[in-house]
């Protein structure tokens, strides 16, 4: 048993003690034809979680289903990001708990990724739901066989707090796409923003060795994989911790000399966004012209509060500065309301921030105290209406902008990689433009999979319909 701990998740050591374990996955038929249903709640990361999850599952002879019922194993893939996330996580496990009593007493439920991680939520689980198997960690998700192998019938927590290594399990992904794969590059946040706690949650940042990212690469290529998004917290980062590894910059110029058709990565801090990055992203035509880049406040006072490094004269001038290099460069961003302190003043910031980005699109967010975390303890005053008043003004401008730059798109052609069936109409085939424009298009199905030229015949605010010629 091991149960998390914030003061060491939130250690970084100075030293560069970043080991590469390569781990042979284990193959075993104790689980053979057994069910497995996994629940993924939150960002790519976690979904790229669950897809190696997914392999290690099927090593171990269990084999998917789609209904939770019929499943011998439920996981759940959690996220910490916001409170909501856990009120879902929970709702859900009483709907587990409740087939573990009335339709398969062996039901084995497990819990993993950064809701594990938090010390109130494995003492909740400790006290309330005993009738869960296993917990484990964001960082020991290589130990998984051992402990389903061992697994005595009895609520097991193994939860590490914090690790330096990096953990390379192989081309043991369960990937849920043919054709858009995702690739992590590194792992961990040290930006320690006030507000999030994915820094306690993911561990300190370590990046991958460049020449496993590239051989993965090769390899999804090789297989037929059109996309990679390069996968980390802030990639900027990435070979930071390291002295022996090459920029994120370069990582992306080698990466593109792979001749991969799409290549894309999230999420980048504004901050460390260096101008070598905006070139090579302009130079390279499989370096897709779309970036996340997060704004979070509009205020330099609430930049501050937040621990963002940056201020807001300085975001504009980078935005601007990408735009004006990267060709076509579409552009969306983060933005939180409601942080502690945040003024009516604070927030037109914000909105004048919009006004002038005019993003492509934006997630937006109320503030969620986390605990632990240095924000959840700052003085916050402003009701919980006037926040939902923020958001709500902010939706609708942020819609707008969406709108426009969507609206531009009508009878242009476009190229769009066909990755799935639409969800609007079985009859249509739906993807992605190389701006991260998601396109309903008509078609013939056996183009699934192809990177085909659209016209655009429709546009919404979400997505945009189209037709082969
Ligand atoms: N409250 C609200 N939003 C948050 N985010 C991160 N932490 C919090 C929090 N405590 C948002 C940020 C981040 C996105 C992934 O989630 O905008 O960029
Ligand atoms: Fe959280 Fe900031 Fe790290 Fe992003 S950069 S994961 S917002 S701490």
């Known amino acids: 048993m091991q149960v998390p701990d914030m003061m060491e998740a939130k250690k970084r050591t100075k030293d560069n003690n970043t080991e590469f374990i390569y781990v042979d996955p284990m193959k075993n038929n104790k689980y053979l034809d057994k069910k497995y249903y ?29 209904e939770m019922e019929d499943a011998d194993l439920i996981l759940l893939n ?11 996580v929970f709702g859900f496990l009483g709907r ?14 497990c819990l993993c990724g950064c809701m594990a991680q938090e010390k109130s939520v494995v003492d909740e689980i400790m006290n309330n739901h005993k009738y869960i198997d296993l917990v484990f960690g964001t960082h020991n998700i290589h130990e998984l066989p051992e402990y389903l192998l061992n697994l005595k019938g009895k609520l097991d927590i193994e939860v590490k707090s914090n690790d330096e290594n990096v953990y390379e399990i192989g081309e043991e992904f369960v990937r849920a796409s043919k054709y858009s794969a995702w690739v992590n590059i590194m792992y961990g946040c040290d930006k320690f923003c006030t507000y999030c706690i994915v820094p306690y949650t993911r561990g300190k940042e370590r990046s991958r060795k460049s020449s496993d990212i590239l051989k993965e690469v090769c390899k999804l290529k090789q297989l037929g994989y059109k996309e990679v998004t390069l996968l980390g917290q802030n990639v900027n980062a990435y070979g930071r911790d390291r002295d022996d590894e090459i920029s994120f910059a370069k990582l992306l110029e080698e990466t593109a000399k792979t001749g991969i058709e799409r290549i894309r990565f999230v999420t980048s801090h504004p901050w460390n966004f260096t101008d070598e990055m905006i070139d090579i992203i302009a130079k390279y035509d499989n370096i897709m012209p779309y970036i996340h880049l997060p704004l979070q406040s509009g205020s330099d006072k609430i930049l501050k509060l937040m621990g963002r490094r940056y201020t807001k004269e300085e975001y504009i001038e980078l935005f601007n500065k990408i735009k004006d290099k990267v060709k076509n460069a579409s552009i969306t961003t983060d933005i939180i309301v409601g942080f502690p302190g945040e003024t009516e003043e604070d927030f037109e910031e914000t909105l004048d921030v919009v006004n002038k980005c005019k993003y492509d699109g934006a997630f937006t967010f109320i503030f969620s105290p986390r605990v632990g975390t240095p924000a959840a303890s700052m003085k916050d005053d402003t009701p919980l209406s006037v926040k939902e008043d923020r958001l709500h003004r902010l939706n609708e401008l942020i819609n707008k902008y969406s709108n426009e730059s969507n609206s531009k798109y009508l009878g242009q052609k476009v190229k769009v990689l066909l990755t799935d069936y639409s969800d609007r109409d079985k009859f249509k085939l739906a993807g992605y433009t190389e701006t991260m424009k998601l396109v309903n298009v008509e078609c013939d199905e056996s183009l699934l999979g192809e990177i085909v030229e659209v016209t655009i015949t429709d546009t919404k605010s979400f997505s945009m319909d189209g037709k082969v010629e």
């Open 96 to 109: 587990c708990k409740h087939i573990k009593e009335k339709i398969n007493k062996d039901l084995i439920i």
């Open 78 to 88: 959690t996220c910490a990001i916001r409170e909501n996330a856990h009120d879902k």
């Open 38 to 66: 996994i629940r993924t709640y939150g960002c790519q990361m976690n979904v790229h979680d669950s897809e190696e999850i997914a392999g290690i599952l099927e090593n171990l002879g269990f084999v998917p289903t789609e």
